[in-house]
């Protein structure tokens, strides 16, 4: 939940951003999945998502949201194989066949345990899949990154967004 600041009637979130690099690192390549979680207790809200997979002309990237129990609760989008494939959000339909985004995702809210996920289909050693966030959250926790659901040796870099501007005070 958001606080009042100094009795001003004003809501205090926070402007959380993160920039993600996933490469696969197995010789033998394999599915790269990056998932972004919302903690428990906080509530974010989606003002943008950006994901380029640079997979193999055999993979598909796919992004969706996913509930406590793994189950799925939005399609974001798909593209379809072939190198430096996007989607991003917000998205109002469907764009170029390149940048196939289906999902209304103005407004769209995360609850506590639910998650963002990027998924390359199949990416062979070297490739990778970039993710980037721009959340509003309700308390000043940052979201959990992993690559649960990777194939291979997936390794996630670091946020390419400085400490400094990862988590602002935003007054609403």
């Given amino acids: 939940m958001s606080i009042e600041l100094g009795g001003s009637g004003k809501n205090v979130w926070w402007l959380y951003q993160a920039r993600r690099v996933n490469t696969q690192t197995n010789v033998a390549g394999g599915a790269l999945t990056t998932r972004v979680s919302i903690p428990t207790g906080q509530v974010a809200k989606v003002v943008r998502l950006y ?3 640079t997979a193999s002309a055999t993979a598909t990237l796919f992004g969706y949201v996913f509930d406590e ?6 399609f974001i989008g798909s593209v379809p194989a072939g190198a430096s494939r996007t ?8 764009g170029a066949v390149a940048h196939n985004n289906v999902a209304d995702t103005t407004n769209m ?8 996920v990027a998924v390359s289909s199949v990416a062979i050693q070297n490739e990778a899949q970039t993710v980037g966030v721009v959340l509003l959250l309700s308390t000043p926790t ?3 990154w992993d ?8 390794s996630l870099a670091a946020s ?3 400490a400094a501007n990862t988590l602002q005070a935003v007054v609403m």
């Fill in 109 to 116: 809210i995360l609850g506590p345990g639910e998650y963002l």
């Fill in 51 to 53: 994901v380029q997979g």
């Fill in 69 to 74: 129990d793994t189950a799925g609760v939005s």
């Fill in 147 to 154: 690559t649960t659901g990777s194939a291979g040796t997936p």
């Fill in 160 to 162: 390419t967004i400085s």
């Fill in 87 to 94: 989607f991003h959000l917000p998205s109002i339909g469907s």
């Fill in 142 to 144: 940052e979201p959990t």
